[in-house]
């Protein structure tokens, strides 16, 4: 990893000297700026949410990850659930009816404490700030769509989340992640051409040209 990065910078260095390349010096200046920010993000310390989520629950109850996650496989942003969506199921729950709100486990307190009953119905919802964990700088475009087209899962990004309680990082996301597997999926090896098609070479490179130009990412 350190060495591509290195590789990265050699890259980035060669097309600094080049004249009338100004996309990485805006690139580099922006990564200044926003870089106090995006150290935070580099740390493996989980921020204090809100309420303290445990993913490894409600995976475990096979709720698909699109349920509160539908944008991933239409836009670029996966998006969060709203509290009126975890409520339509914790509103309801069998194993709480009947018991008062204050005898409900410290999170589902929270919880209900963003829901104003009203007489008459509907309650209404006030929005719960979450704390984003997993993001990429300003400067870089990411999109979820054509990653899941491509059949990639949740999994091979964010790890095994039936195993999380609070959110926290699986893996750094850095240019260096993000290229590793570009290249690694348009290599033109047995595993992406197993048979040696020359059409699917032809694609292959013209692929892998595109996944790892610098505009691709940064626009
Ligand atoms: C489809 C149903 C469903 C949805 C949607 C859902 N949950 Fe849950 N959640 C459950 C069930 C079932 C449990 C386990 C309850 C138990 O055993 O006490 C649970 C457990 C929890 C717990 C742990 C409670 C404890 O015992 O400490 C928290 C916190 C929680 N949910 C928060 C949320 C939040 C916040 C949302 C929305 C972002 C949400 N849930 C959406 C079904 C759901
Ligand atoms: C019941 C709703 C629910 C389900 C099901 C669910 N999530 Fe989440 N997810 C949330 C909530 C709420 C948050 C924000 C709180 C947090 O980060 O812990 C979140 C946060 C995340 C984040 C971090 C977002 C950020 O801010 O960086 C990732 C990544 C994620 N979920 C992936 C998944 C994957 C993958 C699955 C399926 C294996 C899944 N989630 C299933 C509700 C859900
Ligand atoms: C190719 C890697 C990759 C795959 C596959 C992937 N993600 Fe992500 N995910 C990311 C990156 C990178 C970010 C940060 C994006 C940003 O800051 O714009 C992110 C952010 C998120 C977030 C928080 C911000 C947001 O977009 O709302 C959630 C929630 C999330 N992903 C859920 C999912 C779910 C659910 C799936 C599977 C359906 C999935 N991701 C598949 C790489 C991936
Ligand atoms: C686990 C592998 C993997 C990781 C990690 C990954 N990508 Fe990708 N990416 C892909 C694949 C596969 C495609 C689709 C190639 C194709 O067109 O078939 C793709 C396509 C793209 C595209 C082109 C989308 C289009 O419009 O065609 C962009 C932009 C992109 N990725 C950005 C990123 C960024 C930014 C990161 C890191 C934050 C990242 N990717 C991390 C595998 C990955
Ligand atoms: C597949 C997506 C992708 C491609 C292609 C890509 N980058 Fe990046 N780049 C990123 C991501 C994600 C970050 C933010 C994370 C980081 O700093 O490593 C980043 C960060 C940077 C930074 C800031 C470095 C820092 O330390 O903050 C510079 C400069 C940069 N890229 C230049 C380039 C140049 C020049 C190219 C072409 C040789 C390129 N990038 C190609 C995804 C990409």
Known sequence: M???F?????????ILKKPGIQIAL???SMAIVSGAGWAFYQTQIPPEQPIQFPHKVHVNLQI??????????????AGLPTVQKCWACHGQLKKYEGV???QWPAELQKLASYVQRNDPEPPTYKPIDWVPVYQVPDFVHFNHRPHIAAGLNCENC???????TV???EQTVNMGWCLNCHRGRTENNSQNNPDNDPELT????EKRIKLLDCGTCHY
């Open 6 to 14: 290195e590789q990265n910078m050699m890259k980035l260095f060669e």
């Open 158 to 164: 964010h790890g095994d989340m039936s195993k999380k």
């Open 64 to 77: 698909p990850c699109l349920y509160c996650h539908p944008g991933a496989w239409r836009q670029a942003s």
């Open 100 to 102: 008062a709100v204050n």
């Open 2 to 4: 350190e060495k591509l």
């Open 26 to 28: 805006l690139i580099a």
């Open 202 to 205: 032809a694609q292959l490179a």
């Open 167 to 169: 959110e926290t990082l």
